[in-house]
């Protein structure tokens, strides 16, 4: 058997790719008093905090990205940016080829974003009826439609409760209807925020699992934020740390831990949740 075979290997492409990026937010400071603020009228006077700060990232198609970092790092702000929910003060991005702001429709059709303490269902009508408005507003073959929630449910367990309102549903079950609705359409690319947020540690676990089976099935590219460190270990291929508005580390889980903390990477039971703590609080401090 000769020994230069060439082994054929899946090449992976680029879908998200940013160059210095940055998003700064202005607020009015409006002074005590009635006379202060009718001359605050002419004269105003405001205060401007930069929450995405010069980030340049190139994201790989198939791939679970976690995206970890304190409240107010900058982790939603560059999630809306990259759906086209806000639009950058500076630099560029390219998702899919395009820049997500200008909102054309073959983008927004490849694209989902799961806002884990916002509904995009409807809150008075069951999730099946949410469903179909959805389908309709994609465009979307209504039988396959059905066929496809028919399959998320089951793999989500809860197919009893597509026709009770939204309303009258429990937090882990709203979550799942929210999943549902943000694959309907199969995205290519699936931001989700803060996904397992205030759920139980049973519906936590059912989540993840559903979220690895899917992404092994369907292959989308994910970026995941989460406050439960268990989300981003088990289902991250790689780790983005983000610090007052900067990217301070990107890698595998594995790599972080072992090169971050070396005290805590020789423990055989890790605590992956303190490593990330004691990282940001340096990167904090040096900041």
Not at 102 to 121: A, P, T, Y
Not at 234 to 262: C, H, M, P
């Amino acid at each position: 058997m000769p020994n230069n075979q060439n082994i054929l290997m899946p090449i992976m492409s680029i879908v998200i790719e940013t160059t210095d990026l940055s998003r700064e937010y202005k607020s009015y400071q409006k002074p005590e008093g009635v006379m202060n603020s009718i001359k605050g009228i002419w004269n105003r006077e405001y205060t401007s905090k930069i929450a995405l700060d010069k980030t340049t990232l190139q994201i790989e198609s198939g791939k679970i990205i976690g995206l970890v970092g304190a409240n107010g790092a900058g982790k939603t702000t560059l999630l809306k940016i990259l759906s086209g929910l806000v639009t950058p003060t500076s630099g560029d991005a390219r998702v899919l080829g395009y820049r997500p702001w200008e909102r054309k429709n073959d983008f927004l059709r490849q694209i989902s974003i799961l806002l884990g303490q916002k509904n995009q269902l409807w809150w008075d009508i069951s999730p099946v009826d949410s469903y179909a408005l959805l389908a309709r507003i994609y465009d979307l073959d209504l039988n396959k439609t059905r066929l496809r929630i028919k399959d998320l449910a089951e793999m989500l367990q809860c197919s009893h409760v597509l026709n009770t309102q939204l309303r009258r549903l429990s937090l882990g079950e709203r979550m799942k209807m929210e999943i549902i609705g943000a694959l309907l359409h199969e995205p290519k690319i699936l931001f989700l925020d803060e996904p397992t947020i205030g759920l139980d540690i049973v519906a936590q676990e059912n989540i993840r699992n559903f979220l690895a089976s899917y992404v092994k099935e369907k292959e989308p590219t994910v970026i995941l934020t989460s406050h439960y460190m268990d989300d981003i270990a088990t289902l991250a291929d790689r780790l983005l740390l983000i610090s007052k508005g900067n990217i301070v580390y990107q890698g595998t889980v594995n790599e972080f831990v072992a090169n971050s903390n070396k005290e805590l990477a020789q423990d055989d039971k890790v605590d992956f949740e303190e490593v990330i703590r004691r990282f940001l609080e340096t990167e904090s401090r040096i900041r």
